[in-house]
């Protein structure tokens, strides 16, 4: 059977059966906004979860002798670097699921949403027992708290909803 260039050139212009599909679109900022967060979260344990435990604050913190004491100031620094540490290397896996394009990536997504949302909520909670922590405290954890609301009403609608996520994610 003969086929005329016609024939290739409708088949070719006919619209994918499935819709969209592949890491463009939408994707490339929840690609992006994976990166920064594992960049961040590098710069946040060196910068200050390394140096609480190496330069003496965390003895200042929760010695009962020291003036800046509280009960949960070590509760709150364990819990935050528990936290960082869990959600870089859960950032490394959902970015690698991503690039493999594995069915379990939108719902580890959700998972990663969810829980950021529950850890500075928790953090803030924590935080604000501390009066010493309060005295200090700025907008920027009501910052993160809200940008955590706001992801969470974006991002997830779209891993629920999307067609090009139903069409990529299928390994």
Known sequence: ?????TET????????????????????????????TIIRLVVVF???????????AWEVLTSQNSMAYHALWGPTIIFETVYNI?????AVYILIQLYQKKSIFPR?????YIAS??????????????PLAQQNSDVSSFNELFRSIFTCAIWIPYFIK???VKNTFTK
């Open 117 to 130: 949302l529950l850890a500075v909520t928790i953090d803030i909670i924590l935080m604000y027992q501390i």
């Open 86 to 90: 869990i959600f870089l290397f859960f």
């Open 108 to 112: 580890l997504m959700i998972i990663f």
């Open 9 to 36: 050139w409708v088949r070719e212009s006919l619209p994918d059966p499935l819709g969209v599909s592949g890491l463009g679109g939408w994707l490339v900022l929840i690609q992006i906004g994976l990166y920064i």
């Open 162 to 164: 999307s067609t090009r």
């Open 46 to 56: 060196f910068q200050f979860i390394l140096p609480m435990f190496s330069s003496g």
């Open 1 to 5: 059977m003969k086929i005329d260039k």
